[in-house]
């Protein structure tokens, strides 16, 4: 098994609507996001300021999808009302065969630290189902907090919330062990994904 230090955050381009689609069918993909359709023909086409769509490589081969929204700016106002100087994130494996090797924990990783990097922002959200138990004990894991039950759309969803202080202290007590928690690359538009230093359900 390639070890999580080869994973890597790149850009999706409209290259990857094929490899989406198909990732779109597999079982643990729709069940963890079962109503939503991400419109990649449309979305993959336009770039705006408050998102990003990823997509994460392991040894230069795509395995999974990590988007990263300012969801007080994210144009279908789909968080509602929300303050300003939070992000908000969703990831999924879509390789299903790349499931439980613990890869899903280095992507969310590689996605927190450019958060954070921004020293105007307060935390991190994410929703995953209501009934997607194991979902929420890996965010749980990484920090994350209960905030609320909450309907988004037909779906019902459990929101959680990772404060900076909180990830802060994740990522001091792991270096203090001489691991880096939050380590990696990410990858500018068009770059290639060699190794670098740096580890499931489909998180939803």
């Not at 994130?89 to 954070?116: N, Q, S, V």
């Not at 307060?122 to 990484?142: C, E, G, K, S």
Request: net charge negative.
């Amino acid at each position: 098994m390639p070890e999580s230090s080869a994973i890597a955050l790149r850009p999706s381009t409209l290259s990857d609507i094929a490899l989406l689609r198909r990732w779109d069918e597999q079982p643990q993909v729709v069940a963890a996001d079962p109503n939503d359709d991400w419109d990649w023909e449309v979305e993959l086409a336009r770039t705006p300021a408050w998102r990003e769509q990823l997509i994460a490589d392991l040894g230069g081969r795509p395995i999974g999808v990590v988007q990263i929204i300012d969801p007080a700016q994210e144009d279908s106002h789909y968080w509602g009302e929300v303050p300003a100087n939070l992000r908000a994130i969703d990831i999924w494996i879509g390789e299903p065969t790349e499931l439980g090797k613990g890869y899903d924990t280095t992507m969310m990783r590689l996605a927190l630290a450019p958060c954070f990097a921004d020293s105007l922002v307060t935390a991190v959200l994410i929703d995953p189902l209501d009934i997607n138990t194991r979902a929420h004990r890996f965010y749980q894991r990484l920090g994350f907090t209960f905030l609320e039950h909450r309907r988004f759309g037909d779906d019902d969803c459990s929101v959680y919330r990772l404060d900076r202080a909180t990830w802060a202290e994740f990522n001091a007590k792991a270096t203090s062990y001489g691991t880096e928690m939050i380590s990696g690359k990410r990858l500018p538009q068009g770059g290639q994904c060699p190794p670098v230093s740096t580890q499931s359900p489909s998180s939803g």
